[in-house]
């Protein structure tokens, strides 16, 4: 038989009705109904082609058919729980692997995971600046993404959504825009680039006028390195913690999550 037409749940009927030699006492174990077990049983015979149980004066008893494969299918049992103690043994792992876009680490992330580290000194952190890579190719737990929600992942948001109009002091009235927060409309662009760390980088040069999110430049602001122009705007992007539903789930992922958001 293949694998993936193996009765699996049947089976583990069978194993709990086997331990026990009775359906009811099996049904209490797996939460279901005696009818239930012998549905399953039932099936598993027309499955097998074999007989698993017979009826006597002194109660329920394997056939010799059954008693046969019963160690086998334990072992396997254990084998099971043994890959699925492995496989969640990542959970306890001391090892954190984040993608931060760089400018976000530098002024908001960074300072977070270094006191985190300091509440649990055994940890390591593996940081890549590519906030969009994919989960799995990178072998991320977590993501830190400036967007307006978390879409098919698990995510909290980290910082509200607000833009602030910034300029180096001196720097001339023309504007530098980018995809998130673009210049206004009929303003003088001068430079088009890519990225909020970019966009900062060019600012804090003097080359123009740019919006960003107020948690990258606050410092920069109360610094002196930046003018803020006019008042910050609400606006639907902000940085967003994401992962997919099986990193989210994970207890180490779990306890950074909480302590950012605390």
């Known amino acids: 038989m293949k694998r993936t037409h193996l009765p ?14 009775s359906f009811t006492r099996a049904a209490d174990e797996l939460a279901v109904t005696p009818a239930a077990v012998g549905q399953q049983i039932r ?22 058919e059954a008693a046969a494969g019963l160690d086998s ?21 001391s090892k954190y692997s984040i993608a931060a876009p760089r400018e976000f680490y530098a ?5 977070k995971l270094a006191e985190f580290r300091r509440e649990n000194p055994d940890i390591t952190i593996v940081l890549t600046s590519d906030e969009n890579a994919d989960f799995t190719e990178s072998n991320l737990d977590l993501a830190i993404r400036l967007i307006d929600g978390p879409g098919d992942l698990e995510g909290v948001q980290l910082v509200d959504g607000c833009k602030v109009e910034v300029k180096a002091p001196g720097a001339p009235d023309s504007w530098i825009s980018w995809p998130t927060y673009p210049a206004p409309e009929g303003s003088d662009v001068v430079l088009s680039v890519g990225n909020a760390g970019q966009v900062l980088s060019s600012a804090l040069a003097g080359i123009g006028h740019a919006y960003l999110p107020l948690p990258l430049v606050e410092d920069c602001i109360a610094e002196g390195k930046l003018e803020r122009v006019g008042q910050p705007a609400d606006c639907r992007q902000a940085y967003w913690l994401v992962a997919p539903r099986p990193q989210w789930r994970q207890k180490k992922v779990k306890a950074l999550v909480a302590f950012l958001v605390s």
Request: avoid cysteine; aromatic fraction near 8%.
């Open 8 to 21: 699996l749940n049947a089976l583990r009927v069978f194993d709990a009705a086997a331990r026990h030699l």
């Open 43 to 64: 099936a598993l015979e027309d499955v097998l082609g074999v007989v698993l149980f017979r009826r006597t004066s002194r109660g329920l008893e394997l056939t010799d």
């Open 107 to 111: 002024q908001w992330l960074a300072p």
């Open 73 to 93: 299918l334990r072992d396997g049992f254990l084998k099971f729980e043994e890959s699925v103690q492995a496989m969640q043994a990542g959970q306890a792992s």
